[in-house]
């Protein structure tokens, strides 16, 4: 799955502050974001790290971060699609949120906000990042790959960062095969998934944790 992430913007997590947020939410946290490459951004990934762990431990934070929201101003009025990679309740939780529109060289302030006990999560890929795209599929001449005991791959080498969140297959018996990405060099598995479905179509199996 071929994403496009931009990295561009430089920000800082301020200090907790008690300023209005949504009907529902108790804590709300300026985040100020600045764009430094001289050039105006849509639909931007922004990537950032802060700490969950003290939250959590404060019972500030649900302990699954399904309270956790962006919001384009204090009020919540418009919330950001966004996904959290990594690292819940620890010091460096990494995030992904994606935003509007980030003027050129420019600084702005989207808001974070959490505190909401009975909220369910919202954290997903999906309308975050750009896609899905399929490595294949979409180059593919339409046929079915290989025969019933064939193994059948491709060589690549991406140029920009990707996010790989699910497996799929195209093969012409409608048999379960596993799909593995490993590293050319050293031969290494990076991840392996087993992907079912009918034959002579694509199928695919998302991963429990994108890589």
Same mark, same amino acid.
């Given at each position: #799955?071929?994403?496009?992430?931009?990295?561009?913007?430089?920000?800082?997590?301020?200090?907790?502050?008690?300023?209005?947020?949504?009907?529902?939410?108790?804590?709300?946290?300026?985040? /100020?974001?600045?764009?430094?490459?001289?050039?105006?951004?849509?639909?931007?990934?922004?990537?950032?790290?802060?700490?969950?762990?003290?939250?959590?431990?404060?019972?500030? #934070?649900?302990?699954?971060?399904?309270?956790?929201?962006?919001?384009?101003?204090?009020?919540?009025?418009?919330?950001?699609?966004?996904?959290?990679?990594?690292?819940? /309740?620890?010091?460096?939780?990494?995030?992904? @949120?994606?935003?509007?529109?980030?003027?050129?060289?420019?600084?702005?302030?989207?808001? #974070?906000?959490?505190?909401?006990?009975?909220?369910?999560?919202?954290?997903?890929?999906?309308?975050?990042?750009?896609?899905?795209?399929?490595?294949?599929?979409?180059?593919?001449?339409? *046929?079915? *790959?290989?025969? *019933?005991?064939?193994?059948?791959?491709?060589?690549?080498?991406?140029?920009?960062?990707?996010? @790989?969140?699910?497996?799929?297959?195209?093969?012409?018996?409608?048999?379960?095969?596993?799909?593995?990405?490993?590293?050319?060099?050293?031969?290494?598995?990076?991840?392996?998934?087993? @992907?079912?479905?009918?034959? *002579?179509?694509?199928?695919?199996?998302?991963?429990?944790?994108?890589?």
């Amino acid at each position: #799955m071929k994403i496009k992430l931009l990295f561009a913007a430089a920000f800082l997590l301020t200090s907790i502050a008690a300023i209005a947020q949504p009907s529902g939410w108790t804590y709300s946290v300026p985040v /100020n974001v600045t764009e430094n490459s001289g050039t105006t951004v849509t639909s931007y990934q922004l990537r950032f790290t802060f700490d969950s762990q003290t939250l959590i431990a404060g019972g500030q #934070m649900q302990a699954s971060g399904n309270d956790l929201r962006f919001g384009k101003d204090c009020s919540g009025n418009t919330l950001y699609n966004y996904w959290i990679e990594s690292g819940l /309740n620890t010091a460096s939780t990494v995030v992904w @949120v994606k935003i509007d529109t980030l003027y050129a060289s420019s600084t702005r302030t989207i808001h #974070m906000f959490y505190g909401n006990p009975s909220a369910p999560s919202v954290t997903a890929v999906a309308g975050t990042f750009f896609g899905p795209n399929s490595s294949t599929d979409s180059v593919a001449t339409g *046929g079915a *790959g290989g025969v *019933g005991n064939s193994q059948r791959g491709f060589r690549f080498s991406p140029n920009e960062d990707l996010l @790989v969140t699910a497996f799929g297959k195209d093969e012409p018996t409608g048999t379960t095969r596993y799909v593995t990405l490993f590293n050319f060099v050293t031969q290494a598995i990076v991840t392996q998934q087993q @992907v079912s479905g009918p034959a *002579g179509q694509y199928s695919y199996q998302n991963l429990t944790n994108p890589i």
